[in-house]
């Protein structure tokens, strides 16, 4: 891979994955959205190019490449993914369509290989490992669109005789992650003195720094095999209480900390572990962050923001 193509580049797996790119001499293209509050979060770098353009404009990209092919596409783009707007059907459907325009877009620009972010959503509540052999029963329009567009874009991929890798993400945290996340709200409430309202935490969780998912990323262009699913994930769990106590205790152990003050949710997932199995022997990946050196430096990150 000498070059790559990226959409969704601005949170914290994209900028991850980019800060892996360029550190390994690799060109990118990283396809923003005009009205993007978030676009300094991309690496500025002469390897890195910003193009402003939003997901239903992507066949407008080669107009403005005068010719040049890439040889990686990388699809984190998707709108909708957090609340209520995860059961937003029409807007999910819209994403769906976007994946396949990507696909449509790596062709038109000769790329050899599609690397799709789908994630656990797509399996619904389980109780055991997730693999790529899991059954999967989503029980959102996110999970939903997420596992459709895995699908559809494998077949138009092979229909343009292009490698495809899909990714299940489970939970991600770190620098440029969204404020609404249960570890960017508590960091920030916590920084603050105050005290966030919580669960119980008793799910077991598996939670992977996003600069060890960024490089799972980089990996997967690199050495995924194509027509496989990959978990992106730890492959370890702990209790979530355990892991909201780790970060408090990075900030200061006389914070209080609000567990049993929210409810569960109707359908809560309370088991959540990826098998990394394929992963690791694909491409060598092993996660390179404990959470506890992954949190300081997320922590250290929001209070230099």
């Given at each position: ?33 005009p009205d993007s509050k978030r676009t300094d979060n991309i690496p500025t770098h002469p390897l890195v190019t910003k193009l402003k353009l939003n997901l239903n404009e992507l066949d407008k990209v080669p107009n403005y490449l005068d010719g040049k092919n890439y040889d990686v596409f990388y699809h984190l783009g998707w709108d909708g993914t957090f609340g209520n707007s995860r059961n937003n059907m029409q807007g999910q459907l819209q994403n769906i369509q976007y994946t396949l325009d990507a696909v449509e877009l790596a062709s038109r620009i000769g790329c050899k290989k599609f690397v799709g972010a789908g994630s656990q959503a797509e399996y ?182």
């Open positions: 891979m000498k070059s790559a193509v990226i959409t969704g580049p601005t949170g914290s797996i994209g900028t991850a994955l980019i800060e892996h790119l360029i550190s390994n001499g690799i060109e990118v293209l990283a396809i923003v959205r619904g509540r389980v109780e055991g490992v997730l693999s790529a052999s899991t059954p999967v029963f989503p029980e959102n329009g996110y999970g939903i669109a997420k596992l459709c567009a895995g699908q559809m874009s494998r077949i138009l991929c092979e229909q343009k005789q292009i490698e495809h890798i899909w990714t299940r993400i489970l939970s991600i945290y770190g620098p440029y992650d969204g404020e609404n996340t249960m570890i960017m709200s508590s960091i920030g409430k916590l920084l603050r003195g105050e005290k966030p309202a919580l669960t119980k935490g008793e799910q077991q969780w598996d939670y992977l720094y996003s600069k060890d998912a960024g490089y799972a990323m980089y990996l997967l262009g690199e050495k995924g095999v194509s027509g496989k699913v990959y978990c992106i994930g730890s492959g370890k769990t702990r209790c979530l209480a355990e892991y909201v106590k780790v970060l408090r205790d990075s900030i200061s152990t006389e914070l209080p900390l609000g567990f049993g003050e929210i409810a569960y949710a109707p359908k809560q997932v309370m088991h959540l572990c990826a098998d990394i199995s394929d992963l690791t022997n694909d491409t060598g990946f092993i996660p390179q962050y404990s959470f506890e050196e992954g949190i300081k430096e997320t922590i250290e990150w929001y209070k230099g923001r």
